[in-house]
């Protein structure tokens, strides 16, 4: 079992930043791929940006915020970032952390965390 848990999010306005974190606890052993997703009202869930657990791994973004975001994380703390500069009202949504498996095809979800940029 894995249990994330996020935190940073808030009201910012448009041009601001915000610095999302989550924390993994339980079997992180077993984790092969992280990432942040987001949803907005009548919206369906997309990846915002990813990282692979091995040495030398693999990250990705959405287009959308491609040079304004940055994935990263602290292994020693088992705890991932996001780094949120030039918001937009257009990145208003709850955030969730997530954590993948391959051997099983398991995904573990965070609470989410709600990010309101104000125009």
């Known amino acids: 079992h894995v249990r994330l848990v996020e935190s940073g999010g808030g009201l910012v306005q448009a041009g601001g930043s915000l610095r999302l974190s989550c924390t993994a606890s339980g079997s992180t052993f077993s984790i092969n791929t992280m990432g942040w997703y987001r949803q907005a009202p009548g919206k369906q869930r997309e990846l915002v940006a990813g990282?692979?657990?091995?040495?030398?791994?693999?990250?990705r973004y959405a287009d959308s915020v491609k040079g304004r975001f940055t994935i990263s994380r602290d292994n020693a703390q088992n705890t991932m970032y996001l780094q949120m500069n030039s918001l937009k009202p257009e990145d208003t949504a709850v955030y969730y952390c997530?954590?993948?498996?391959?051997?099983?095809?398991?995904?573990?979800w965070g609470q989410g965390t709600q990010v309101t940029v104000s125009s």
């Open positions: 990282m692979t657990m091995s040495s030398g791994g693999n990250t």
């Open positions: 997530n954590a993948h498996r391959n051997s099983g095809w398991v995904d573990y």
